[in-house]
């Protein structure tokens, strides 16, 4: 199997499996702890590691940034319920054995868990879409005190796989789902007959899309199960790299912000300050998801960059918003284009002779 379908399948493949481990473990954890009393636990070296490793009880907060105690509250949902009686009686001077006695240890989900545990749906069911098998979870070792931020750091290697800007496949693939118009795609390296084979539709031609040059940008493109699957996952990726707990232990790039400073420094910064202000709905600080995503969280964008929508009435070519005219269809492509090029911009049919758009633009006031 070669090109993007290889491609999908092999990318969530890699995530599934690093995202199924990681959660098996933890809910080992979280069910071996959960509930009990400290004393209970410290005997064991390993788990006393987890749970109280780089603890300070002379800091103000006694889980310690950096410490390997913080990475398994923050992460993995374990932790003393009462960290400062904790830190006042090891203050005191009593040995760990007594001093836990009488402090809970708890065990819950996190953000991070309920992110990774949605990505992992979207990654089952793009392989199921795919008619791929799945592949067997990772396997970590519990009793190792370091296999949280092995298996952290494994994911978020797999979650990096998965984006643009660092491979051609995710590039076109990331665009495809935005919709982005046929033309965009292709100029992107992926030929028609690949990105039709994974359920890509033309869903609009409009005049001159037969014209040779820049006809194939007049094509609007719809993604199937399989695009829509991908672009589900790839945010749900996107956002767990953004997490501060995570990258609180591990070096992770933000390609959501990678790609909107180069998209803006070359899109028409004039043109899209005129479209977001007269957007029908300001979406926020983050890229909108897919209709069906079970992801909990979308990606956030840059510090002062949100995403916008609107819907315009077509008139042949030409485009008029609140009945005011908007420019031609191709006006407002070539304004796009930067962003339609990294999937951070999507352009579709919408009711009858309407165009609907969303971009990503710098926040208007």
Do not use: H
Not at 195 to 203: D, Y
Not at 243 to 272: F, T
């Amino acid at each position: 199997m070669t090109g993007l379908r290889g491609w999908l399948v092999e990318r969530a493949s890699g995530f599934l499996a690093a995202a199924r481990g990681l959660l098996a473990a933890a809910r080992r954890l979280r069910g071996l702890v959960g509930g009990r009393d400290l004393s209970e636990l410290v005997g064991d070296e390993s788990l006393a590691e987890m749970l109280l490793g780089g603890f300070d009880p002379r800091a103000g907060d006694p889980y310690a940034p950096g410490s390997l105690a913080r990475l398994y509250r923050d992460l993995y949902g374990v932790q003393v319920l009462s960290p400062r009686l904790l830190a006042a009686r090891l203050r005191d001077g009593l040995p760990l054995r007594l001093a836990g006695r009488g402090v809970v240890v708890s065990a819950s989900e996190t953000r991070f868990t309920r992110l990774v545990e949605a990505a992992a749906e979207e990654a089952q069911g793009l392989l199921g879409e795919l008619g791929a098998g799945e592949p067997e979870p990772v396997s970590y070792d519990t009793a190792d005190p370091l296999w949280g931020l092995e298996a952290a750091r494994r994911l978020a290697e797999e979650a990096v796989t998965l984006l643009p800007p660092y491979s051609r496949e995710a590039l076109a693939l990331f665009a495809a789902s935005a919709p982005a118009p046929l033309g965009a795609v292709e100029r992107l390296g992926a030929s028609p007959e690949e990105l039709r084979s994974l359920g890509l539709v033309e869903a609009l031609r409009l005049p001159g899309s037969e014209a040779p040059g820049t006809g194939g940008l007049r094509v609007l493109a719809e993604p199937g199960p399989v695009l829509t699957r991908y672009r589900c996952l790839a945010l749900a990726a996107a956002r767990i790299l953004q997490l501060d707990e995570l990258r609180g232990y591990i070096e992770a790039p933000d390609p959501v912000a990678e790609m909107a400073r180069e998209a803006l420094q070359e899109a028409p910064g004039d043109r899209l300050a005129e479209l977001a202000k007269r957007a029908a709905e300001r979406i926020g600080q983050r890229l909108p998801l897919p209709r069906g995503c079970s992801v909990p969280e979308a990606p956030m964008l840059p510090l002062g960059v949100w995403s916008y929508s609107l819907e315009a009435s077509l008139e042949d070519v030409e485009l008029r918003l609140g009945g005011e005219p908007l420019g031609t269809y191709m006006d407002l492509v070539e304004a796009l284009l930067p962003l339609l090029y990294r999937g951070l911009a999507g352009l579709e049919p919408g009711g009858e002779n309407t165009l609907r758009a969303w971009f990503t633009a710098p926040q208007q006031p």
